[in-house]
């Protein structure tokens, strides 16, 4: 997106980027229902599937779920710099921020 259209809209920074921190992503109660069911998923050691079209905030419900789960301990590996998805166990998952 162009300056002029950040500058338009009074954005302070590129809105829909990748690496949104998960305090600025808007919660919705379609979102909330996302961290409930794949909350509950983990307690019972399901699995959890998030369907959607292109665009719809499948990424980004991922990265605000797995963002409020309990950090990594500090014993464990950091995830190298190119995954953006990662969790304690070393799998492709989420952003801790």
């Known amino acids: 997106m162009t300056s002029s259209y950040r500058q338009f809209f009074g954005l302070h ?4 980027t990748a690496d949104i921190k998960r305090k600025e992503i808007l919660v919705t ?12 998923a983990l307690r019972i050691g399901g699995i959890a ?17 797995i ?10 590996t950091s995830p ?9 166990t070393g799998r492709y998952w989420g952003s801790w921020e």
Request: charged content about 20%; aromatic content about 12%.
């Open 13 to 16: 920074y590129e809105p829909f």
């Open 67 to 76: 963002g409020g789960l309990h950090p990594c301990p500090e014993s464990s």
């Open 80 to 88: 190298p710099p190119a995954a953006p998805f990662w969790n304690c």
């Open 29 to 40: 109660p379609s979102l909330k229902r996302v961290e409930e069911r794949i909350h509950y």
């Open 49 to 65: 599937v998030v369907t959607g079209e292109i665009g719809s905030g499948k990424s980004t419900a991922l990265r605000y779920v």
